[in-house]
């Protein structure tokens, strides 16, 4: 899969009592993984915010295929799938030290405004974002 990766270790309070990451925090590394991304490219979401605008969650969908565990060291790869006015998409996968497949996802968003209303970003910053689009 193409697109930005980076990397953390399971911490021991993401886990159960058998050593097991729970499997709500797969939303929380996907989210650092957007965060990433924009990172990466140059754009921070922070100056996305600092600007008036919102990216908020409107669907999310991730399929478990193996468990992460205490100590693993996970790389969550997210590619931008989709730039529109108001709606972006990211994917993820997310991968173990061994090579094994954790999960997979994507998450659909919303920009909104200050009034809290869905408003389209600016054109120079769409485009920005549409270059880095996969498709």
């Given at each position: 899969?193409?697109?930005?990766?980076?990397?953390?270790?399971?911490?021991?309070?993401?886990?159960?009592?058998?050593?097991?990451?729970?499997?709500?925090?797969?939303?929380?590394?996907?989210?650092?993984?957007?965060?990433?991304?924009?990172?990466?490219?140059?754009?921070?979401?922070?100056?996305?915010?600092?600007?008036?605008?919102?990216?908020?969650?409107?669907?999310?969908?991730?399929?478990?295929?193996?468990?992460?565990?205490?100590?693993?060291?996970?790389?969550?790869?997210?590619?931008?799938?989709?730039?529109?006015?108001?709606?972006?998409?990211?994917?993820?996968?997310?991968?173990?030290?061994?090579?094994?497949?954790?999960?997979?996802g994507c998450t659909v968003?919303?920009?909104?405004?200050?009034?809290?209303?869905?408003?389209?970003?600016?054109?120079?910053?769409?485009?920005?974002?549409?270059?880095?689009?996969?498709?």
């Open positions: 899969m193409p697109g930005r990766s980076y990397t953390l270790t399971v911490r021991y309070a993401e886990t159960d009592a058998q050593g097991v990451a729970h499997h709500a925090n797969y939303l929380t590394w996907f989210e650092e993984g957007r965060s990433e991304f924009l990172r990466q490219a140059g754009m921070n979401y922070s100056d996305i915010e600092r600007a008036g605008f919102f990216v908020v969650v409107a669907h999310a969908e991730i399929a478990y295929r193996a468990p992460a565990f205490y100590e693993d060291r996970v790389t969550v790869t997210t590619v931008l799938d989709k730039a529109r006015s108001r709606i972006l998409k990211f994917s993820y996968r997310a991968v173990n030290q061994y090579g094994v497949v954790l999960a997979e968003h919303v920009v909104i405004g200050p009034d809290r209303r869905p408003t389209s970003l600016p054109p120079e910053w769409l485009q920005r974002l549409a270059s880095l689009a996969e498709g």
